[in-house]
């Protein structure tokens, strides 16, 4: 299609689509028009083709039909694309140069943000010779100047003003649940200018996000002024909004009702499925029970955390890790870092210069990256202390604010927390309060705490020994967890890693409602708790408040379990032995061999 055809196309949709929207938006000062890609193809399927193919050009072409409306600043107005064919979406991991300048959407989280800052646009440039005036648009990183004039003059033009726009940057990483195997994410850094900028304070780190827009490319380095051959893209965004859902396949099968059935009939879901998943590794009943319920957390709640917190404690070399590690592949959007290894960018967030653009940027951690779902810290005790006293906010609020460098960010983390972690001395005794290496605020803020202890009774010993032989090595069953290729089979059928975690997924959205009985037994437990904890409790530690909320969020993941809405005394008692368990257990989970009934 020509250029001109192009426009006087876009003249006549737009006239016969938008022309009271146009007038309504102006009357009410709203410099936004949203067109809806289906409009377009409908009207002309060959016009939303060449909106595909050239969007630059094509969202001029529309800006130039506004002139057509009897409006206010016409060029001033801003155009949004929204509603782009299914296929039109790329996932950033699979972003190539053949996507370059297409009209494409893109699916992330936020892991990185700019303030909003002014940036050149274009600069008009005067010619001292002549007095011609020359415009210079500013679309890469480095400020043009014209390098000659119409009347043959050469350099030295005099600036008369320079067009700025509000621009915020943000870095999108591809969705952690869209991830393959060991499959890294990538990132991809957007810029939004104008307009779009406008409601910035709604774009946390760790928002999910979905953007339509178009890539350009962007030298990574510029050597003595000449931009370098290696590029990076640049996602140009006309539109945006808020992704509240975790893309994850919940289509369920006959077969696998049939399944879901099963899992929910059983007796002790959890207890059910924690057979299967953790088969090969002895012992702590109470413990893999505890993790699996933990991924059946996680909404929110009258504005409070739902997230369950699980701390691992206990001697090196003991089931722990290989617990936590298999947990994280139960849930869709899972990460898994160790504590040593967490630097820098840390848990939460740091401010540091953008290599690239040399600006402020606020970089998120591994708790914004994993919002609505779980990090895994293996040997958590192991970070720094900085990155310890950072985990406050974010445990306890699911939100954390940050505020260096003239940046203020937000940060989303309504992430569950799976940690282990080893005691400080070996040879002492494994008391939480003195030998594990965490701040006992952050101690306080784990729902629960098992104790591992190493064992040293000989017959366990034995079975320990002969579970660990029969067995391939862990790693391999972490990997073919990963790969959702194990099944398990039960009673004639077979269950794969992909269709437990679904049945968990599906069921983690139904919010329990508590009836006002159950409310009065927390409240007569937590009282009864109070008072034999003076004398014993769990290391003479006195339970505090935060304990009833935590019952909470345990008795509605068991509800979750057994896909029911109702918590009813049966599921408060489940939650209540977790407790009591751990407030009567001295010395640790122990390994007493729990088997499922059915
Ligand atoms: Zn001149």
Same mark, same amino acid.
């Given at each position: 299609m020509?250029?001109?055809a192009t426009i006087d196309k876009f003249k006549e949709f737009m006239q016969d689509y938008y022309k009271?929207k146009i007038?309504?938006?102006?009357?009410?000062?709203?410099?936004?028009l949203n067109i809806d890609f289906m409009n377009i193809a409908k009207f002309d399927p060959e016009l939303g083709e060449v909106l595909l193919d050239e969007p630059?050009d094509c969202i001029q072409a529309i800006k130039?039909s506004l002139?057509?409306?009897?409006?206010?600043?016409?060029?001033?107005?801003?155009i949004g694309i929204i509603n782009l064919p299914?296929?039109s979406?790329?996932?950033?991991?699979?972003?190539?140069?053949?996507?370059?300048?297409k009209l494409?959407s893109?699916?992330?989280?936020?892991?990185?943000?700019?303030?909003?800052?002014?940036?050149?646009?274009?600069?008009?440039?005067?010619?001292?010779?002549?007095?011609?005036?020359?415009?210079?648009?500013?679309?890469?990183?480095?400020?043009?100047?014209?390098?000659?004039?119409?009347?043959?003059?050469?350099?030295?033009?005099?600036?008369?003003?320079?067009?700025?726009?509000?621009?915020?940057?943000?870095?999108?990483?591809?969705?952690?649940?869209?991830?393959?195997?060991?499959?890294?994410?990538?990132?991809?850094?957007?810029?939004?200018?104008?307009?779009?900028?406008?409601?910035?304070?709604?774009?946390?780190?760790?928002?999910?996000?979905?953007?339509i827009?178009?890539?350009?490319?962007?030298?990574?380095?510029?050597?003595?002024?000449?931009?370098?051959?290696?590029?990076?893209?640049?996602?140009?965004?006309v539109s945006?909004?808020?992704?509240?859902?975790?893309?994850?396949?919940?289509?369920?099968?006959?077969?696998?009702?049939?399944?879901?059935?099963?899992?929910?009939?059983?007796?002790?879901?959890?207890?059910?499925?924690?057979?299967?998943?953790?088969?090969?590794?002895?012992?702590?009943?109470?413990?893999?029970?505890?993790?699996?319920?933990?991924?059946?957390?996680?909404?929110?709640?009258?504005?409070?955390?739902?997230?369950?917190?699980?701390?691992?404690?206990?001697?090196?070399?003991?089931?722990?890790?290989?617990?936590?590690?298999?947990?994280?592949?139960?849930?869709?959007?899972?990460?898994?870092?160790?504590?040593?290894?967490?630097?820098?960018?840390?848990?939460?967030?740091?401010?540091?210069?953008?290599?690239?653009?040399?600006?402020?940027?606020?970089?998120?951690?591994?708790?914004?990256?994993?919002?609505?779902?779980?990090?895994?810290?293996?040997?958590?005790?192991?970070?720094?202390?900085?990155?310890?006293?950072?985990?406050?906010?974010?445990?306890?609020?699911? *939100?954390?604010?940050?505020? &260096?460098?003239?940046?203020?960010? +937000?940060? !989303? %983390?309504?992430?569950?927390? /799976?940690?282990?972690? =080893?005691?400080?001395?070996?040879?002492?005794?494994?008391?939480?309060?003195?030998?594990?290496?965490?701040?006992?605020?952050?101690?306080?803020?784990?729902?629960?705490?098992?104790?591992?202890?190493?064992?040293?009774?000989?017959?366990?010993?034995?079975?320990?020994?002969?579970?660990?032989?029969?067995?391939?090595?862990?790693?391999?069953?972490?990997?073919?967890?990963?790969?959702?290729?194990?099944?398990?089979?039960?009673?004639?059928?077979?269950?794969?890693?992909?269709?437990?975690?679904?049945?968990? *997924?599906?069921?983690?959205? &139904?919010?329990?409602?508590?009836? +006002?009985? !159950? %409310?009065?037994?927390?409240? /007569?437990?937590?009282? =009864?708790?109070?008072?034999?904890?003076?004398?014993?409790?769990?290391?003479?530690?006195?339970?505090?408040?935060?304990?009833?909320?935590?019952?909470?969020?345990?008795?509605?993941?068991?509800?979750?379990?057994?896909?029911?809405?109702?918590?009813?005394?049966?599921?408060?008692?489940?939650?209540?032995?977790?407790?009591?368990?751990?407030?009567?257990?001295?010395?640790?989970?122990?390994?007493?061999?729990?088997?499922?009934?059915?």
């Amino acid at each position: 299609m020509e250029a001109t055809a192009t426009i006087d196309k876009f003249k006549e949709f737009m006239q016969d689509y938008y022309k009271d929207k146009i007038i309504e938006l102006d009357r009410k000062r709203i410099k936004l028009l949203n067109i809806d890609f289906m409009n377009i193809a409908k009207f002309d399927p060959e016009l939303g083709e060449v909106l595909l193919d050239e969007p630059e050009d094509c969202i001029q072409a529309i800006k130039i039909s506004l002139d057509d409306f009897d409006i206010e600043d016409s060029n001033d107005f801003n155009i949004g694309i929204i509603n782009l064919p299914a296929n039109s979406e790329i996932n950033i991991n699979r972003i190539r140069q053949k996507h370059l300048n297409k009209l494409i959407s893109i699916k992330g989280v936020v892991t990185t943000r700019t303030k909003v800052f002014p940036k050149v646009v274009s600069s008009k440039f005067e010619c001292p010779a002549c007095g011609n005036i020359i415009k210079v648009l500013q679309s890469k990183e480095i400020y043009k100047q014209p390098t000659k004039c119409g009347c043959g003059r050469k350099g030295a033009f005099t600036l008369i003003v320079n067009e700025l726009k509000d621009t915020l940057m943000l870095k999108l990483e591809e969705l952690p649940e869209r991830l393959k195997g060991s499959e890294q994410p990538y990132e991809i850094r957007t810029i939004l200018q104008d307009i779009l900028c406008k409601e910035d304070y709604q774009i946390f780190l760790g928002s999910r996000m979905e953007v339509i827009g178009f890539l350009t490319e962007l030298p990574t380095k510029v050597i003595k002024g000449t931009p370098s051959v290696n590029c990076d893209y640049l996602f140009n965004v006309v539109s945006y909004q808020s992704m509240d859902y975790v893309d994850f396949d919940i289509t369920v099968s006959p077969e696998e009702e049939k399944l879901f059935d099963f899992i929910s009939s059983r007796k002790n879901p959890a207890k059910f499925i924690a057979r299967l998943i953790f088969n090969d590794i002895y012992g702590y009943g109470k413990v893999k029970q505890a993790v699996i319920y933990q991924q059946f957390s996680g909404s929110r709640i009258e504005g409070k955390r739902d997230y369950i917190h699980i701390l691992l404690y206990g001697m090196p070399g003991t089931a722990k890790t290989d617990i936590a590690l298999r947990t994280s592949y139960l849930n869709p959007i899972s990460k898994v870092a160790t504590g040593p290894s967490i630097s820098g960018v840390g848990l939460t967030a740091a401010v540091k210069k953008d290599e690239l653009t040399g600006n402020w940027v606020c970089v998120g951690g591994l708790l914004p990256r994993c919002n609505k779902g779980l990090a895994v810290i293996d040997e958590i005790e192991k970070m720094s202390d900085q990155d310890k006293k950072s985990l406050h906010m974010p445990m306890e609020s699911g *939100y954390f604010g940050v505020e &260096k460098a003239g940046i203020s960010a +937000k940060l !989303v %983390t309504n992430t569950s927390i /799976l940690g282990t972690s =080893n005691p400080k001395v070996v040879t002492e005794p494994l008391k939480v309060g003195t030998n594990c290496d965490l701040p006992a605020s952050i101690l306080d803020r784990f729902d629960l705490i098992f104790k591992f202890t190493d064992v040293s009774d000989s017959k366990t010993d034995t079975k320990i020994a002969e579970n660990i032989t029969n067995r391939s090595t862990s790693e391999g069953i972490a990997n073919s967890f990963k790969d959702n290729n194990t099944t398990f089979e039960w009673s004639g059928h077979t269950f794969t890693i992909s269709s437990i975690k679904k049945y968990i *997924y599906i069921s983690k959205n &139904k919010i329990p409602k508590l009836s +006002k009985r !159950v %409310t009065k037994e927390i409240h /007569l437990w937590y009282a =009864n708790l109070r008072k034999t904890s003076e004398q014993i409790g769990f290391e003479h530690k006195k339970p505090t408040p935060r304990v009833v909320e935590s019952i909470l969020r345990l008795a509605r993941a068991i509800t979750r379990s057994k896909r029911k809405d109702l918590i009813t005394k049966k599921e408060l008692k489940l939650a209540i032995e977790f407790f009591d368990f751990l407030y009567d257990t001295e010395d640790g989970v122990g390994l007493a061999e729990e088997q499922v009934e059915d």
